[in-house]
């Protein structure tokens, strides 16, 4: 499996920015598909899931109320749209898949990772 992000950039505090990840390779059967995100120097964290039927998500609490997570499994796609960030956000923004039935959040039940996407948000 192979994960390209696009869409981060350089925004002001309060703004929104859609993050995507279009998949190629194995992307059959039960899959989970996730945003994870690293500040300097903090350690990778989940954002947001979302299973390959759009049937299960789940959201840090930071991020809940403020981003969604969506999937378009005909472009093999999954977005993240990001509203109201802040300063805090700043982070590199990854995607991930793995491929469990059941909701995994964790990093290492990740398999496959993309290279990652800046997002800056300017206080």
């Known amino acids: 499996v192979q994960l390209v992000e696009s869409g981060g950039g350089l925004v002001q505090a309060g703004g929104s920015l859609r993050l995507s990840c279009a998949a190629s390779g194995r992307t059959f059967g039960s899959y989970f598909m996730a945003w994870f995100r690293q500040a300097p120097g903090k350690e990778r964290g989940i954002v947001a899931t979302i299973n390959w039927s759009g049937g299960i998500t789940y959201y840090a609490d930071s991020v809940k109320g403020r981003f969604t997570i969506s999937r378009d499994n005909a472009k093999r796609t999954v977005y993240l749209q990001m509203n109201s960030l802040k300063s805090k956000d700043t982070a590199v923004y990854y995607c991930?898949?793995?491929?469990?039935?059941?909701?995994?959040?964790?990093?290492?039940?990740?398999?496959?990772w993309g290279q990652g996407t800046q997002v800056t948000v300017a206080s």
């Open positions: 991930a898949v793995a491929f469990r039935s059941k909701l995994v959040i964790r990093i290492y039940e990740y398999e496959y």
